[in-house]
């Protein structure tokens, strides 16, 4: 049983029901059902064939999950590129994953028309390319698929990685992958069929498998929205009676802090949850006073998210941990020696479980090096306290050695975080002469917030160890983030290292 065949089969259980919304407008499952099959025919016709590849360069919208299921009822596999990509990444994706057709929006011809010809066909879903078919034209095709033929363990999405540390790589998921992680979020999030989720971060990374695919193997309601305003999302919320949502921390406390926020209506909301950044205190208090369940969650592109999750009601006692694992999700922190550390001991999280990625697409070597013995190593540094709920400390590659002694940049940032003057904060490590390496923060102040370095610097001092504490903080108007929010630390990093040669710990 593949991803499409959830469709096919609420379709023929609640054919009226909404299955997806956007600003554009609304599909049944019943028109989910019809368009995915006709597509999928025109595809085949066109000659895709199972596991070739078809890419998206579109935002959150129907049309995005059309060619998803598409390709599953095919077997192809999908590749959705980030839209906020320069010409020259999207080209470097197009070229890795070698894809025989591109669907774009038209609000990215200006990214297609840098990339140049390749092997790929070009589609643009809102309007007419010359010398290429129209989307609408691919819709019109009779659904006349046969018996779909798709394997569990066939791929069925390449979904890049977010590049933090270097040039992204294809993650490559299957259909059982999709299936199990579902599954996972739907038995602890306590999904309900009759839930509406609205989706305001983008689905090209893996956000979609989030409160998107398992919802609509649940047979709710997902809400796309295309571009994240707090205005725009909290019209949504109300106005389709919303009754859990996603988003990034800087999303709810953008909407949080909605002059319009007071008056709004969200009575429906069952849960909020949040991930991808640790989420300040005022949002967990505001969803605590108000006696609303918020959830968190802890995952990788290459468990299709989901790894941990924090159980209800936790989050402010338990502040900063990702919580226990899933379900079906196994999880150990290991030393150096492969062997598993004591309580509250740091070392290096390893997972595995059945939403676990297949590989990385065309690079054997990379994969053998993440996976070892059904064990993904995902290159976070955590600890695990006596009650069982985990902490990451750091990424290993973020970890700071000064003068011998470790330094957890998030434990850094934790406490600048606390400071009522700072909205974000990396801290990274600096080359120095004598320490090897110290800590440097990068501050971005509130707006109107008035703060100094020396008051930032005495901050840190009465509250951590000074070898723990930066050396200096620099004040920028933003941080560079990839498109799922998280921040670039190797960017930031790489501006300080120039010419050096830096050792990864």
Wanted: one cysteine or more.
């Amino acid at each position: 049983m593949g991803v499409a065949d959830w469709i096919s089969h609420r379709a023929s259980i609640t054919p009226d029901k909404d299955a997806l919304v956007d600003r554009h407008r609304r599909l049944t499952y019943a028109d989910l059902e019809k368009e995915s099959r006709s597509l999928a025919s025109a595809l085949r016709d066109m000659g895709i064939r199972p596991q070739d590849r078809v890419a998206a360069l579109m935002m959150n919208r129907t049309e995005f999950v059309v060619c998803l299921m598409a390709c599953a009822h095919l077997g192809a596999i999908f590749v959705p590129i980030n839209y906020r990509l320069n010409a020259d990444d999207v080209r470097f994706i197009l070229d890795d994953a070698r894809p025989e057709l591109l669907f774009y929006e038209k609000a990215f011809q200006d990214t297609v028309d840098h990339i140049g010809t390749g092997p790929w066909k070009v589609i643009a879903i809102d309007g007419q390319v010359v010398f290429a078919p129209s989307y609408l034209t691919m819709l019109a095709h009779a659904p006349d698929l046969k018996a779909s033929l798709v394997r569990g363990s066939d791929v069925i999405a390449l979904l890049y990685t977010s590049g933090t540390t270097g040039r992204p790589k294809g993650v490559m998921l299957t259909h059982d992958i999709f299936l199990w992680n579902a599954i996972e979020f739907i038995t602890d999030w306590d999904i309900l069929e009759n839930d509406r989720s609205l989706v305001v971060n983008p689905i090209f990374h893996i956000v979609l498998n989030i409160l998107t695919v398992p919802l609509l193997y649940k047979g709710g309601t997902v809400i796309l929205q295309d571009k994240f305003e707090p205005e725009v999302a909290l019209d949504w919320m109300e106005r389709e009676r919303v009754t859990c949502m996603f988003a990034i921390p800087t999303n709810w406390l953008a909407m949080i802090q909605s002059p319009s926020f007071v008056h709004r209506d969200l009575s429906s909301l069952r849960f909020a949850a949040g991930g991808g950044a640790p989420v300040p205190m005022s949002v967990l208090k505001f969803f605590d006073d108000n006696h609303i369940p918020f959830r968190e969650a802890f995952g990788l592109t290459e468990t299709a998210p989901a790894v941990s999750t924090m159980p209800s009601g936790e989050s402010l006692r338990k502040r900063g941990s990702i919580g226990k694992p899933f379900m079906h999700m196994q999880v150990r922190i290991i030393n150096s020696e492969g062997r598993d550390v004591g309580t509250d001991e740091v070392g290096e999280l390893i997972v595995s479980g059945p939403n676990v990625f297949q590989g990385y697409w065309n690079q054997p070597a990379a994969t053998a090096e993440a996976i070892k013995e059904g064990w993904f190593y995902t290159g976070d540094l955590a600890r695990k306290d006596s009650d069982g709920y985990i902490f990451i400390v750091d990424r290993k590659k973020d970890l700071i050695i000064s003068g011998g002694e470790n330094v957890a940049s998030v434990e850094v940032e934790q406490v600048l975080y606390a400071h009522q003057a700072v909205l974000e904060v990396a801290v990274i490590a600096t080359p120095d002469d004598k320490w090897g390496e110290v800590p440097l923060a990068i501050v971005v102040k509130k707006p109107d917030a008035e703060v100094q370095e020396g008051e930032l610097l005495e901050f840190c001092r009465t509250r951590l160890a000074h070898f723990k504490c930066p050396r200096r903080v620099m004040f920028v108007q933003q941080l560079p983030k990839t498109a799922t929010g998280k921040i670039q630390k190797n960017v930031l990093r790489d501006e300080f290292w120039q010419g050096q040669e830096r050792r990864v710990h």
